[in-house]
């Protein structure tokens, strides 16, 4: 199956700086590759997507960019603010089906 | 986004007990619709994928029996865990897929005591 790793586990950031996470997976047909924010104790929100048509997507202060040579690919947040501050899960989809595998989330902090 | 909606928001249960959990999609019809299990501190693990009118799909590891699933309608799914142990506590999540995303419930945080 699909296996996604997500590094680092924790990033604490000065606010307006960039965050940058990066995700690893296994599975060559992986073809979707989503990020989700969740705040604790409520619903994981789609923040941005990419799929593998296309190196690279951004969305006011959020991209995501993909390398499918390397089997990569991450999230960068600029101007980082406080309401950043969240757990963020990478997921990629084995098989190229709609089946998601998420990674193990890393903790951003953003430091007022 | 597209929006979802689960119902209760939390429940608990005594051991040996059955807890339905329904979850909706109320903006776009979901013909497709996934539930995951969440541990504190955990990433979101898929149990099964939920397909209006036809049989669930179950990862390997979930019992069929004790998850019970039914997708009666393009709108909703419906998660039945069956003789609940404490060891099934957890927060249990549903998703909806629209066009190829997938939009998240607010979660069912489950007790079993």
């Known amino acids: 199956g699909e296996n996604v790793e997500q590094h680092p586990s924790t990033l604490s950031v000065q606010e307006g700086d960039s965050a940058v996470i990066k995700c690893t997976y296994s599975d060559s047909a992986s073809n979707y590759f989503p990020w989700y924010k969740q705040e604790l104790g409520k619903r994981p929100q789609l923040i941005i997507d990419i799929r593998s048509n296309v190196g690279e997507k951004k969305d006011q202060r959020i991209a995501v960019t993909l390398n499918k040579t390397a089997k990569h690919f991450s999230l960068h947040i600029t101007e980082t603010q406080p309401e950043d501050s969240a757990v963020y899960f990478c997921?990629?989809?084995?098989?190229?089906?709609?089946?998601?595998?998420f990674g193990k989330g890393n903790q951003v902090v953003v430091i007022p | 986004g597209a929006v979802v909606s689960q119902h209760p928001s939390w429940v608990i249960c005594k051991s040996g007990t059955s807890v339905k959990i329904e979850c909706r999609s109320l903006?776009?019809?979901?013909?497709?619709m996934f539930w995951y299990r969440q541990f504190p501190k955990q990433s979101l693990m898929l149990m099964a994928t939920s397909n209006e009118g036809s049989k669930a799909t179950y990862e390997q590891g979930v019992e069929k029996d004790k998850f019970l699933i039914n997708h009666a309608s393009l709108t909703l799914s419906t998660l039945t865990v069956t003789s609940a142990h404490p060891e099934d506590s957890s927060f249990y999540l549903c998703s909806g897929l629209s066009s190829y995303e997938q939009y998240f419930g607010p979660g069912t945080r489950l007790t079993v005591t």
């Open positions: 997921a990629a989809n084995p098989y190229g089906n709609n089946r998601l595998a």
């Open positions: 903006d776009f019809q979901a013909t497709t």
